[in-house]
C-alpha cells in the first residue's frame, strides 16, 4: 500500500483563495492547544497574537509599519513565484537597498533640496536590483539555482553592513557606536500621513499594490510571467525568453526590496548593526500567503504584520517565549504549503498486487 501524488487537471479557485483563510485559523487553533500543553493560558495567548493588534486601535500604526516592508517586498516575489523563480536572498537585497541610501545620506549630509529624498529612493531600488543582478547573472550563464546564490548573498550583505557602519560610515559623533550619523530633515519623509497615525511606507505599498495589479492582469509582460510558470513550452514556442524574464523577475524583487530598506531607514533614521529584521524572509510567507495575487499580498503583509505585533503583546501579557511570532510564522508557510499540495493533487492509495503466471 502506497501513497500516490495524481495532478489535478483543473484547481479550484474557491479552495486557491479559502486554503490561506483557513491555513490561518487552523495555526490559531493549533496554537491554542501548543499554549496549554506549554502551561500557558493558551485561548488568551492567541487572542493576543491575532485579535488584539486588530482590535486595539493604539496597535494599527504598528502593524501599519511592519506591514508596508512585507507587502512591498512580498510583491516583488511574487512576479518570480508566478514564474517558477524563486528569490530566497530578498533580506540581503534589502539591506544592500538600506546600505545604497544609506551612502547618498552620507555623501548629501550638509545638502538641502527636494531631490534628496527620490534620490535615496531611487538609489536603494537600484542598489537592490543591482544585487539581485548577481543571481540573476548566475542562473542565465552557468545554470546556478538562484535559490541557493541569492541565500548565500544574504550573508555577504551583512559583512558588508558590519563593515561600513563599523568603518569609513561610522557616526564620528556617535559615541563609538557601530551606526551611521542620523538622517537630516530634508533626507527623512514625514514621520505620519497628515493625521492618521499612519506611516507613509503603507502608502507606497497601497501604490505598488495598484501598479503591480495592472502589470500582472493587464501587460504582455505580466502574460509571459504566468505562461512560463504554468506552461514553459508554449512560452518557448510563443516566443518568450525566460533568461529574459529571469533578469526581469529577480531585478524587480531586488528592488522592491531596496525600496523597503530604504523606507525603513527613513523610519528609524539611521543604519545600525541591529538593521536586519528577517522582513525579507517573512515576506517569502507573505507571497505565499497571498498566492501571489498582488491583492492577496497586501492582506496576507497586514496578517504577518499582526503576528509580530501580536507577539510582543503576547509576551508582555501572557508572558509566552519571545520567538513566538516566528514560530507562528512558521507554522502558517508549513499549512500554505501542505494546502497548496491538497488543491494542486490528489491523493490516492493504491495497492500493488504480486501477479503470478503460470
Known sequence: MRLVLEKRLEQSQLMLIMTPIL??????IIGVILFDALGFDGFDAVWQL????????????????????????????????R????????EGQYIVGALSAAGISVLTQDLTGFWIIPLMLLGGMVGGAV????????????????????????????????????????????????????????????????????PPGLLFALV?????????DR???????????????????????SNQIVWSALMISGAMAGLAGTLEVMQLTRLNLGFPSGYGFTAIIVSLLGRSNPIGVFIAGIVLAVT???????????????????????????????????????????????????
Not at 491555513?23 to 490559531?28: L, P, Q
Not at 493604539?58 to 516583488?76: E, H, Q, S
Not at 519571545?322 to 499540495?341: K, V
Open 50 to 81: 491575532f485579535i488584539t493588534p486588530v482590535i486595539d486601535s493604539y496597535k494599527w500604526r504598528d502593524v501599519a509599519t511592519k506591514a508596508a516592508p512585507l507587502i512591498l517586498i512580498g510583491l516583488g516575489l511574487s512576479i518570480g513565484n
Open 83 to 90: 514564474a517558477k523563480i524563486w528569490n530566497i536572498g530578498a
Open 131 to 198: 544585487y539581485a543582478a548577481v543571481p540573476a547573472g548566475l542562473k542565465t550563464r552557468y545554470g546556478v539555482s538562484e535559490v541557493l546564490s541569492s541565500l548565500m548573498l544574504v550573508y555577504v550583505s551583512l559583512q558588508l553592513l558590519s563593515y561600513l557602519i563599523t568603518g569609513p560610515w561610522k557616526d564620528p559623533n556617535g559615541m563609538n557606536f557601530p551606526q551611521t550619523a542620523q538622517l537630516t530633515e530634508a533626507q527623512l519623509l514625514p514621520r505620519e500621513l497628515g493625521d492618521s497615525g499612519l
Open 23 to 28: 491555513s490561518v485559523i487552523g495555526v490559531m
Open 208 to 216: 505598488a499594490m495598484i501598479i503591480f495589479a495592472v502589470i500582472v
Open 219 to 241: 501587460t504582455v509582460f505580466g502574460f509571459s510571467i504566468r505562461t512560463i510558470g504554468e506552461a514553459p513550452q508554449a512560452a518557448r514556442f510563443g516566443g518568450f525568453k
Open 308 to 358: 509580530y505585533v501580536g507577539g510582543q503583546v503576547a509576551q508582555t501579557v501572557v508572558h509566552v517565549p519571545n520567538a513566538t511570532a516566528g514560530l507562528f510564522q512558521a507554522l502558517i508557510l508549513f499549512a500554505i504549503l501542505a494546502s497548496d499540495l491538497i488543491v494542486r493533487y490528489k491523493i490516492k492509495i493504491k495497492t500493488n498486487r504480486l501477479q503470478v503466471q503460470s
